[in-house]
């Protein structure tokens, strides 16, 4: 984002209009949801990757975006959801050829119309400068408002109650099982005497089936 200006609401409208739609990036096909789209080799979320990468900036900027990461996952996700028409077909030449202009609406008109709640309030248009992002990992989050949206909340966060005081017992009864041997010597003894045990059980079951033969 090398202009400040397009990382303003109308700004970034315009780079997605003029980079992305009108130079004929293949939504159809790139989505899954063109005419005769079935070739998985075709598919390719370009565009949302795209997006992700302007989150990761936003988040390291917080203050140089005028719009916030719900205004983007609202783009993300109307790239799938085929309700407008900006992100129908590959090319603008298919668009116009279907006349979605008059039979559809765009994506922006409902970004525009609710614009108040995708302001980035901590947006300070003063700041000009070229955003350099950061690629380390310790910088780099995911987008959860737009990947975790229907993950529900702590699901996976703690393990469950019942298998926390299994765990517990399992560990008690390992433990009581080392203070009962007293010490390391009397451990092997038992093991030994386990052992032999066993080999008495084997040699008995192979004389059985020796005598049955």
């Known amino acids: 984002m090398l202009d400040s200006h397009y990382r303003t609401i109308n700004g970034f409208q315009i780079l997605v209009e003029r980079e992305w739609i009108q130079f004929g990036h293949k939504f159809g096909d790139r989505y899954g949801h063109g005419v005769d789209s079935n070739d998985p080799n075709e598919r390719s979320p370009v565009f949302l990757q795209w997006l ?14 005028e719009f916030n990461e719900i205004f983007l996952r609202e783009l993300a996700q109307h790239t799938y959801s085929c309700l407008y028409g900006t992100f129908l077909c590959n090319t603008d030449f298919e668009r116009t050829t279907a006349n979605l202009e008059k039979k559809t609406l765009g994506v922006w008109s409902l970004l525009n119309i609710q614009s108040t709640q995708f302001i980035n309030s901590s947006f300070n248009k003063t700041i000009k400068e070229v955003l350099y992002p950061s690629c380390s990992i310790d910088n780099l989050r995911i987008w959860s408002v737009l990947y975790l949206c229907y993950m529900p909340v702590g699901s996976s966060e703690r393990p469950s109650s019942t298998s926390t005081i299994q765990n517990e ?31 008495s059980n084997s040699t008995q079951r192979s004389v059985c089936i020796r005598f049955f033969i």
Do not use: V
């Open 52 to 65: 992700d990468c302007i989150y990761q900036l936003m988040i390291q900027n917080e203050t140089s975006f």
């Open 169 to 199: 017992n399992n560990n008690n009864d390992r433990q009581s099982t080392i203070c009962e041997s007293n010490g390391l010597p009397n451990l092997f003894k038992k093991m030994s005497r386990r052992r032999k045990r066993q080999d």
